[in-house]
DNA sequence: CGGGCGGCGGTACCGAGTACCGTTCTGACG
DNA sequence: CGTCAGAACGGTACTCGGTACCGCCGCCCG
């Protein structure tokens, strides 16, 4: 048979969608448009891909099943750890590709169904971090939320730059993503939900001398 | 004509939805079957509800335009009061129909398609505190981070609430939402992105006292 | 050479969602 | 009282995503 493209089939298929839904957007390309112009039938498309949709988004069950795996890996003292290295790995994944992720992003920006699905993928993430820090906390309603907390800011700030690269806005994805989870972690340090407290203050000295100052005022 | 019963269409589209999805399950429930069971063409369907989904999802569009309306009516000093508000608003919407939300929690439970598409709603209040939280702060990327964080811990929160009531494990959401949300202003409240100081410390004497302490301690 | 076997294409089918048209009922107005 | 406008509804036909099934071809292995 002559095909003329010697491609592997699921790669002609994404390049066949991004570049239809490019040119006539996403609800005008059927599976059909697809299908003719990788050279393939429509059987074969859904054969290779669940629906029209997976058929740009990055492979998320092998992403996930990585994070999982990251994330099983660690003891307790290193869990903090893993949750930074688990999200470079995602942010990693989509720089590999940056191409085709960015070309993405500039098409799920502008369709509704696309921006869903891709959300709902992100809850899946935000659901694993979810369960491995509820794991190595108690089991208190008031850890319940406070997983639950954690969770959902480090996978905003992941998305955070994330975007904000996929917009052009990094130039260092990754140093970003360490400061933001550094700044995720430094919000919960002083949250232990009891009842501790907090206090904020300005002040230019030492951290060291003034936590010296203070612990002297509150001896008794 | 006769037909048997006298309430009105869309109530009775959500009420023969839900039986449905309850006796068969909800893909092994058609649209043809809604309707006929509701006493309605499969197109009254259609036009009361944009999708199969729609009929048991509640009405977001609504929801979201009453948020906004609160956190539009907010002077800068309010905003954190708002946002409460806001909040309490849409846990309250669920509470009012109790029976209705329950019966929706346990299907959404268990379709993939709906659990998605709650999300993706989910995200749309996401979106609107962001963009509300992001008003009343800088322009600087550190801000747009922290309002990035802020709205998904104010969601979660909520969130967290609302499913621990639809399993019936709080009694008053209300006030646990209360809990919550005052958890997640503590949270930030050390939490200025520059370079402030924040001192966890832990004390029976009142606040008010230990503030006081401090004060002192680090005048100069 | 023969017989699995995996990748592929085609056809037929189901169900959600849309467009369009005809019907019925109601209420306002001359 | 007759009529006309408009809203709500039902039915038909269509598009398209997704599934099931079957038959074809090439390849590898004994």
Redesign the pocket.
Known sequence: ?V?GTAA??KQRLVDAALDLFDERGY???????I?DRA????????????????VIFPDHDRLIAAVRERLATSSADTAILAVTEAVRLVLLSYVEEADRARRRYAITSRVAALRDREIASVARYQRLFREFIAGWMGPAPADALRAELMAAAVVSAHNHVLRRWLRREAADPAAELEAAMARVVQLFAGDSGDGSMVIVLRDTRDPEQVVTAVRQALKR
Chains 1, 2 share one sequence.
Not at 28 to 33: E, F, G, V
């Open positions: 048979m095909t592997p089939v609800e005008q390309t059927t599976a059909d448009d299908a050279g393939v039938g429509r059987t074969t498309l859904f054969r290779h891909y669940r629906s029209k949709e997976d």
